[in-house]
């Protein structure tokens, strides 16, 4: 069935340093990535998310890559604050669903 | 405007009793879906409702959770004879129209003793 993959499952890095997470799905039909921010006991929130029909898409410090031939897709996170601290989920819809990955819990050390 | 709510925001149960979970959300959203979020985990599909068509059930992992959505707006999942490992976050987001962007609920946090 459709799967997704995220790595790594953890991540720390030193404030003001970028953050790259990456994601794999299997479904060369799919056409829609988001990306959520859960922080410790929240909903998660969509931070930013990508359509098949480009490669790369920005908003201030995040931006994510889109690879459709390799089918992965990445966030990348620059200029990383304590705030951004949180569990990251990226997700590919498959049909009308979203298939998650498994999370990736970031830290940003001061 | 309103988001998406959900209740009650904690629910403790002992096994084998039968709990519901409520569901309100964003008005005029047509789509409506539910996971399922163990400690530490990602999200589990449940099952996705579309406006008037036939729900898409299938992530259900057993025959003892059910859910309905009455009206096109709320919905409730229902889990009987509930078991320990159904101990977990059940969170709910909603849609303008499937496969756009989801806004979630603060969840349901569902223990059973």
């Known amino acids: 069935g459709e799967n997704v993959e995220q790595h790594p499952s953890t991540l720390s890095v030193q404030e003001g340093d970028s953050a790259v997470i990456k994601c794999t799905y299997s479904?060369?039909?799919?056409?829609?990535f988001p990306w959520y921010k859960q922080e410790l006991g929240k909903r998660p929130q969509l931070i930013i998310d990508?359509?098949?029909?480009?490669g790369e898409k920005k908003d201030q410090r995040i931006a994510v890559t889109l690879n459709k031939t390799a089918k992965h897709f990445s966030l990348h996170i620059t200029e990383t604050q304590p705030e951004d601290s949180a569990v990251y989920f990226c997700?590919?819809?498959?049909?009308?669903?979203?298939?998650f990955g498994p999370g990736t819990r970031l830290s940003v050390l001061p | 405007g309103a988001g998406v709510s959900q209740s009650p925001s904690n629910k403790v149960t002992e096994k084998g009793k039968d709990v519901e979970l409520r569901c309100d959300p964003i008005s005029g959203h047509t789509a409506l879906y539910w996971y399922r979020q163990s400690l530490g985990q990602g999200l589990e599909f449940l099952i996705y409702?579309?406006?008037?068509?036939?729900?898409?059930k299938s992530g259900l992992p057993s025959d003892r959770f059910s859910a309905e959505r009455t009206g096109g707006s709320v919905s409730t999942l229902t889990i009987q004879r509930t078991q320990q490992e159904d101990s977990a976050v059940y969170l709910c987001?909603?849609?303008?129209?499937?496969?756009?962007?989801?806004?979630f609920g603060p969840g349901t946090r569902l223990t059973v003793l």
């Open positions: 409702f579309q406006g008037n068509s036939a729900p898409d």
């Open positions: 987001a909603s849609s303008l129209r499937g496969g756009v962007e989801q806004f």
């Open positions: 997700a590919a819809l498959y049909g009308q669903n979203f298939v």
């Open positions: 990508i359509r098949s029909n480009v």
């Open positions: 479904d060369s039909a799919s056409n829609y």
